[in-house]
């Protein structure tokens, strides 16, 4: 049977009463006949980055377990393999070793067209998994996740089992992709996007919320799940450019409050719940137009004025922000935050 690494006993340890459960290798488990009324902590040995298919792999484990059963495994992410790497230690190599990983080791497994000739080359061996991307996969095959840390250069994880695998978020890899927002009488829309997230962010939003919260911003805290140039883009709206395509579609318009998620629908007051219900969201904020801040309070304040403004004159008021929200961006300088 395999031996569990005296540190990942430890890491059990942390967070479960092991005199109850039984902690198994899962390449023993599989050869183990489960019974009803057995609990189980499953470890996952090796790195998940060297799974060919890791949602197949995944996928597996939730079958076998039972509910509130324990899966622990481990991978390796692109800032812990850069600091293992001895190439990534020389000058200019490095950059162009850098180049070479990322684009064969990250991108190329992502692309329909490209992906079977790197598994044709790699085996699947040695795949870049950003933290976001590995949370969200495991979220989405049914688990819970527990708790994540690094320990030795790896990122080991501790979730539960609480449910069946789901996909209901279509879960994409390019560099436009869709989010389900509210739109005008509560009508769910899809509204596109340059990605600035890692790919299976969506499903750690509910995650990365009850760990951190809102932000100052209205948007989640310390949200590990943006990527270096997601920033930038965010900061002067680039990543929005695709919602040209909602306004074409008739579902958004130029100027209006901005599109939210259900999530975020539910924690605003009901006053501007009824508001918002009667409009269709917009790509530039009422918050830019005003030169507000971008803290929540200020945002939805913003919101409402231009609601009500809105309702009194229908057929001047998009105009007149639209020209207030250019001369604070070209101007004044306003950037998103």
Known sequence: MPLIPEEISQYISDFTDVSSLQIIAYEEFKKTEVTSNSNYIVVKLGKMNDERYINKTLEEVNLNIQKDDIFIGAFETFTSRRLRKKAYQIPVINKFFLLYEFLFLRIIPKLKILKKIYFILSKGQGRLLSKAEMLGRLVSCGFEIIDSRKINGLNYFIV???????????????????????????????????????PYSEYLHDYVLKHNGYAQTGKPADDFRLTPWGKIMRKYWLDELPQLYNILKGEMKLVGVRPISLRYFQDIPPNLKALRLQHKPGCIPPYVALNRNADVESVQQAEIDYLIQKNKHPFTTDTLYFFRALYNILIRRKRSA
Do not use: C
Request: no cysteine; hydrophobic share 35%.
């Open 160 to 198: 539960k089992k609480i449910k069946q695998p789901l996909f209901d978020l279509k879960p994409s890899y390019g560099p436009v992709f869709g989010m389900n927002r509210i739109g005008k009488n509560g009508k769910i829309i899809r509204v596109f996007k340059f990605r600035t997230m890692h």
